[in-house]
């Protein structure tokens, strides 16, 4: 059954509000700042997250999301920008690693179906696997580097 | 995958009448975040490099362990709290949980927007890069005895948009979707660890950090975020947000053109490697499969 605009935008704030809470205490067990403190920002980036998920969801760009929010954040906070000074100070007191937790215990839950899944793949393709993994980083890294060091920004 | 489903996958974020699984969810995620986040991050020096652990590769490792299909297969009331409906859930929650860090994110690239055009073209050109998995990768794959599956997996990591691309042209059931399938599936329960370890440890290559955060961002957020964040923890020389704000452009510009690269240079570049490296690596019996490869 397909969401309506209506459900989804509900649905999505209360989400975003359930996990803004769950940071603000993560944000405070792990790096003791008070959830008062960070309360504003995280208004903010929810108030920015309920915008970015519905342009996810209705631009036929088939850009995620993330990079909406990514974007929006980023043209407010150039230098350009009125409110740059105002969105750093607000999302300040909002830890960079506080945010990353609640998404990988999200991530990690998530993947128990494909745990299921990833039992019927091949050890050889998981070998395989892990040196595109090498491939892809130490290749980018070396192409970075040289390119850097061309244009002496190194 | 759900994209290509008719079913909304934000179907199973609707809270009517599913207060119990979304309260279930909610809790457990609270509980690994706390947990995670008391532990806290752990750094110790292996020989030439770092491994550092942060709470997410906690979070992450949590979060696995504990599901229906790890621990819950031997536990019964774990297994009734953390249910199968709490990983489907976890799924879209998960999309609204990188959010903040979006944000976040945003925030960081937005004031050093200069220097990063400064790096341009360190930028671009970093994105191709990525195809250096297909050197690496595909005669490895060779070597192992793996046929037409080795185009699947060696072309990219495999994210979304080359899981698209590779079920659009061979379709999911033949030897390259396996193999893309393969690689896929590996890199969304290892991936986090593996890159979140890897992006510590990385600085022993003495390659400039910039250099290592830029390769960090390969088109998943999840794993950009550990690799940029260990690596952002363990370099001293180059400030936190400098490192976050390279990583996370990368990774934009990697979710914009990463499916161009694919389609237009790794697949023929693959296809033709393969051709290649085949008869020479596995003998003359690979031929028979070679002529499934004509069509590219």
């Known amino acids: 059954m397909e969401l309506t605009t209506r459900q989804f935008s509900q649905n999505t704030l209360i989400m975003l509000l359930v996990i803004g809470t769950i940071t603000l205490i993560g944000n405070w067990v792990g790096y003791g700042i008070s959830p008062v403190e960070a309360a504003p920002g995280m208004a903010l980036i929810v108030v920015i997250g309920v915008v970015s998920l519905l342009l996810g969801r209705f631009v036929p760009l088939e850009l995620p999301s993330f990079a909406y929010a990514m974007v929006i954040a980023f043209l407010l906070s150039l230098p350009y920008s009125p409110v740059q000074a105002t969105i750093l100070s607000l999302t300040e007191p909002v830890n960079f690693l506080a945010t990353t937790t609640p998404i990988l215990a999200y991530a990690g839950l998530s993947v128990g179906s494909q745990v299921t899944q990833m039992r019927k793949v091949s050890w050889k393709l998981v070998v395989v696997a892990v040196f595109v993994f090498f491939g892809t980083f130490f290749g980018s890294a070396l192409v970075a580097q040289a390119v850097m060091s061309i244009q002496g920004s190194l | 995958m759900s994209e290509g489903e008719s079913t909304d996958r934000w179907e199973p974020i609707r809270i009517v009448g599913r207060w119990t699984v979304h309260a279930r969810t909610h809790l457990t995620v609270l509980i690994i975040v706390i947990v995670a986040e008391s532990i806290g991050t752990i750094e110790f020096p292996i020989g030439p490099g770092t491994v550092v652990l942060l709470p997410l590769l906690f979070a992450v490792v949590i979060g696995i362990a504990i599901s229906y299909s790890v621990l819950g297969t031997y536990i019964e009331p774990l297994r009734r709290v953390v249910s199968k409906d709490v990983s489907v859930l976890s799924s879209p929650l998960l999309v609204i949980a990188l959010m903040p860090l979006g944000v976040k994110y945003g925030t960081q690239v937005g004031p050093s ?184």
């Not at chain 2, 490895?140 to 072309?155: D, N, Q, Y």
């Not at chain 2, 991936?191 to 998943?220: V, Y």
């Open chain 2, 113 to 296: 927007f200069e220097r990063l055009i400064e790096s341009g073209g360190a930028f671009v050109l970093q994105e191709l890069g990525n195809l250096g998995t297909i050197f690496l990768a595909l005669p490895l794959a060779l070597f192992l005895g793996l046929k037409r599956e080795a185009i699947g997996s060696a072309v990219s990591i495999a994210r979304e948009p080359t899981l698209g691309v590779i079920t659009d042209k061979y379709g999911i059931e033949s030897p390259e979707g396996r193999g893309v399938l393969g690689t896929y599936l590996t890199g969304t329960v290892l991936g986090t660890i593996f890159f979140g370890l890897l992006g510590g440890f990385a600085t022993a290559t003495g390659l400039d950090p910039r250099a290592l955060a830029m390769a960090c961002g390969m088109g998943s957020a999840s794993m950009m975020t550990a690799c940029a964040a260990s690596l952002s923890t363990a370099v001293e020389s180059i400030p936190r947000d400098q490192i976050l704000s390279f990583a996370a452009t990368s990774n934009l510009l990697t979710g914009i053109t990463g499916l161009y690269i694919v389609l237009f240079v790794g697949l023929p570049l693959i296809n033709y490697l393969y051709r290649v490296l085949a008869p020479r690596i596995q003998g003359s019996g690979s031929e028979a499969d070679l002529a499934e490869g004509g069509d590219e």
